[in-house]
């Protein structure tokens, strides 16, 4: 009991919510993937942190997601297979050498509506949790500009979101208002994209057809098994998290029936958000 216990405390796994909810699904048929560049750090600007990055889009609904982490939950999941199998051949977890994923997820709730744009955001803090986001429209201006990106003719837009300017190229050659993460609401879908500074960029990767996949994906919203919280309290959780990070786990994981302790590192400093990718909530 306790290996399972201490188990899923290292995936990351919510407990269940109290709260009932109505769930929608909905089942993807394009899959796009991006390769996400971003500075976090604006005093180390030679500093670049990559990732793979997915857009699941449905009927209804699109998910935005990292595939760097769904390949690593998946690793994980058939490690604990194993170890329940055989409980007494031990788990070794190697950690050397692994790049940080994104753990947020982004959830749009109609991708057949340009001007709806609330958000489902899913967020991991040992717990998951999920919020509602409802953020400004984007005001597109269409530029004079086009370009071949892959096989798909795009067209050049620029649009201020959260404190940045973004240069985005979309292509009414598939004609949904979508694109990586909260970028949205122009007639075609979003290839690429990236704010002014070159901060956060995402590059088109590449489109699958998810209908010719074996493999459906499905997407939930609210995602399954998280905790509904606001975007103020989740953000005073993060504040907690950095602030006194050994005493958030060792409460969150008492909160969770995890026995396990973390020990304090006395040259801990805090960390602080120094490029966040939204600079307001306007």
Same mark, same amino acid.
């Not at 993460?181 to 960029?201: F, T, V």
């Given at each position: 009991?306790?290996?399972?216990?201490?188990?899923?405390?290292?995936?990351?796994?919510?407990?269940n919510s109290s709260t009932a909810w109505a769930q929608n699904a909905?089942?993807?048929?394009?899959?796009?993937?991006?390769?996400?560049?971003?500075?976090?750090?604006?005093?180390?600007?030679?500093?670049?942190?990559?990732?793979?990055?997915?857009?699941?889009?449905?009927?209804?609904?699109?998910?935005?997601? @990292?595939?760097?982490?769904?390949?690593?939950?998946? %690793?994980?999941?058939?490690?604990?297979?194993?170890?329940?199998?055989?409980?007494?051949?031990?788990? %070794?977890?190697?950690?050397?050498?692994?790049? !940080?994923?994104?753990?947020?997820?982004?959830?749009?709730?109609?991708?057949?509506? @340009?001007?709806? +744009?609330?958000?489902? %955001?899913?967020?991991? #803090?040992?717990?998951?949790?999920?919020? @509602? +986001?409802?953020?400004?429209?984007?005001?597109?201006?269409?530029?004079?500009?086009?370009?071949?990106?892959?096989?798909?003719?795009?067209?050049?837009?620029?649009?201020?979101?959260?404190?940045?300017?973004?240069?985005?190229?979309?292509?009414?050659?598939?004609?949904?208002?979508?694109?990586?993460?909260?970028?949205?609401?122009? !007639?075609?879908?979003? #290839?690429?994209?990236?704010?002014?500074?070159?901060?956060?960029?995402?590059?088109?990767?590449?489109?699958?057809?998810? +209908?010719?996949?074996?493999?459906?994906?499905?997407?939930?919203?609210?995602?399954?098994?998280?905790?509904?919280?606001?975007?103020?309290?989740?953000?005073?959780?993060?504040?907690?998290?950095?602030?006194?990070? %050994?005493?958030?786990?060792?409460?969150? @994981?008492?909160?969770?029936?995890?026995?396990?302790?973390?020990?304090?590192?006395?040259?801990?400093?805090?960390?602080?958000?120094?490029?966040?990718?939204?600079?307001?909530?306007?």
């Amino acid at each position: 009991m306790k290996i399972k216990l201490f188990l899923a405390f290292l995936s990351a796994v919510a407990v269940n919510s109290s709260t009932a909810w109505a769930q929608n699904a909905d089942t993807a048929y394009i899959k796009v993937y991006y390769t996400f560049i971003q500075t976090p750090d604006t005093t180390r600007k030679s500093y670049q942190r990559e990732e793979n990055m997915g857009l699941y889009i449905g009927k209804n609904m699109s998910e935005y997601l @990292s595939l760097d982490k769904l390949k690593l939950d998946s %690793v994980k999941k058939q490690q604990i297979a194993q170890l329940e199998a055989n409980p007494t051949g031990g788990l %070794v977890i190697d950690a050397r050498g692994r790049k !940080p994923t994104t753990s947020t997820i982004i959830i749009n709730n109609d991708v057949n509506n @340009s001007k709806n +744009d609330t958000y489902t %955001v899913g967020e991991n #803090l040992l717990k998951n949790y999920y919020y @509602s +986001d409802e953020c400004p429209s984007i005001n597109w201006e269409l530029q004079n500009e086009i370009k071949k990106i892959g096989s798909y003719t795009c067209t050049k837009a620029m649009g201020k979101f959260r404190g940045r300017t973004y240069e985005v190229w979309f292509t009414a050659d598939i004609p949904i208002s979508a694109g990586p993460w909260k970028l949205k609401g122009l !007639p075609g879908l979003i #290839l690429e994209a990236a704010d002014s500074q070159n901060y956060y960029i995402f590059k088109f990767a590449g489109i699958e057809n998810m +209908d010719k996949s074996a493999n459906n994906f499905i997407i939930n919203n609210p995602p399954e098994k998280y905790i509904k919280t606001t975007k103020k309290d989740f953000t005073k959780l993060q504040d907690a998290a950095r602030a006194d990070p %050994v005493g958030f786990v060792n409460a969150t @994981s008492a909160s969770m029936g995890v026995k396990m302790k973390m020990l304090p590192n006395n040259n801990y400093v805090t960390k602080k958000l120094n490029n966040p990718i939204e600079l307001t909530d306007e």
